[in-house]
């Protein structure tokens, strides 16, 4: 009974985050007056398309395994302007401590990893930025500018951060981006005409399905990779904590493992992928990075599995279905 609350309060954490947020994105007054047509409209404007889990994974994997870590640092008080220095402080553990220790973790198995990093966090941390790239196997991908909500942009706003973003990653890793996953997972009407014109790769903001798909615009396809996500595989709906939030995730690390674990072997019993996504200054922390290498360990005792990164499985899949 206590561990069904605790997940309870979780999700009921997690959700008031999200409808706070919802609120804030215009609303038609009265949905049930929408035509059909309009409905159509809305609904098949970004679809999933065909399935693009191929038929064997590289030198005979079962699973594609893709760690990803979103580094934003202090840009989410900096977007909401809280610009108190104990909640900047938090933001401040993840460069400190967390991507250092997380490193280390990743050292430990020799295990790549994406890391999607606003551009503003990159710019207070290069010396964080440039020890990921130093590993020679991790990937950095897109993240918005200061972790906006695209949905409360215009198209041009969106479309001036996001260009700024790339080409501010670009200079510092020495490497063009390919990949974005959009803050808060928030990708608004503008987000996929965006990404074409910067002619990325693939996106990892989409929840359509567990597998790799191509993404559809007006029901045509696009060449965009996804790489989805769900909140069940993010530690920010278990550990995130908001001050004045009125609830309070209680939910231990040994749980959300439980939950992980079940979700790869899952994943490994369909032969597809597993995208886990975890944010430094939640995941660093030393019970929680204790908990992740638990999991990787679990990962590891099973045959034929293959950690790559988010650009890597896009590449593949998609030479594989062309």
């Known amino acids: 009974m206590k561990k069904a609350i ?78 108190s220095p104990g909640i900047l402080s938090q933001g401040e553990y993840a460069a400190r401590v967390a991507v250092p220790r997380i490193l280390a973790l990743l050292d430990k198995y020799r295990i790549p990893a994406s890391f999607f990093v606003p551009a503003v966090t990159a710019l207070l941390h290069p010396a964080e930025i440039k020890a990921v790239m130093g590993k020679g196997r991790h990937e950095v991908g897109l993240h918005g500018w200061v972790h906006e909500r695209n949905s409360l942009l215009t198209e041009d706003d969106e479309r001036t951060l996001m260009k700024k973003s790339f080409d501010t990653l670009r200079e510092m890793t020495g490497k063009a981006p390919v990949g974005i996953r959009t803050p808060s997972w928030d990708f608004s009407a503008s987000t996929l005409k965006l990404i074409r014109e910067l002619g990325l790769l693939y996106d990892s903001s989409l929840m359509a399905d567990d597998r790799p798909y191509e993404i559809l615009k007006d029901g045509k396809p696009t060449g965009v990779v996804e790489l989805p996500v769900e909140w069940l ?17 209680h939910i231990t690390p040994h749980e959300v493992f439980e939950i992980w674990a079940a979700e790869f072997d899952k994943a490994y019993e369909e032969g597809t992928l597993f995208v886990l996504t975890m944010h430094p200054k939640f995941i660093g922390h030393r019970s929680r990075i204790l908990m992740l290498e638990k999991l990787i ?26």
């Not at 994105?25 to 404007?45: C, G």
């Not at 360990?297 to 990164?309: C, D, E, G, M, Y």
């Open 297 to 322: 360990q679990h990962i590891l005792a099973q045959k034929n599995v293959w950690f790559a990164t988010h650009e890597s499985i896009a590449r593949y899949v998609k030479t594989k279905v062309e």
């Open 6 to 83: 605790g997940i309870g309060s979780a999700f009921l954490f997690l959700l008031a985050n999200v409808l706070m947020a919802s609120r804030q994105e215009q609303k038609p007054e009265k949905p049930w007056l929408l035509t059909q047509d309009q409905v159509n409209s809305i609904v098949n404007a970004v679809r999933a398309g065909k399935d693009l889990t191929p038929s064997a994974w590289p030198e005979g994997a079962k699973v594609a395994v893709a760690l990803s870590f979103d580094f934003d640092a202090e840009t989410n008080a900096l977007r909401d302007g809280q610009h």
């Open 233 to 249: 595989l993010d530690d920010y709906p278990y550990f995130g904590f908001e001050r004045y939030s009125d609830v309070r995730p």
